[in-house]
């Protein structure tokens, strides 16, 4: 379970991404990176936060690609 939050930037007029394990392997990179690509979509639009459980079997790079096009198509937040 990851949990992940975008904030305002102080310093800089971009905004910071924040990316926490909650649950399970935090030695997955894999995850966070889905975390960190959503979370950036989702802020375009809006400031909420998003808490994410996901398990796939086959890690590779287009299955990363099928998944995170299928959520953006969809736009559910």
Known sequence: MIRAS???GILLDEPSYQIDT???NNQDVLFSI???QLI???G???NKSLMLSISVTDK???TF???L???FENKIW
Do not use: C, M, V, W
């Open 44 to 46: 375009e639009t809006s």
């Open 65 to 67: 690609k099928q998944i």
């Open 6 to 8: 975008k904030s305002d």
């Open 69 to 71: 096009s299928i959520i």
């Open 40 to 42: 950036e979509n989702i």
């Open 34 to 36: 889905y975390a960190r």
């Open 60 to 62: 590779s790079k287009d």
């Open 22 to 24: 909650l649950l399970g």
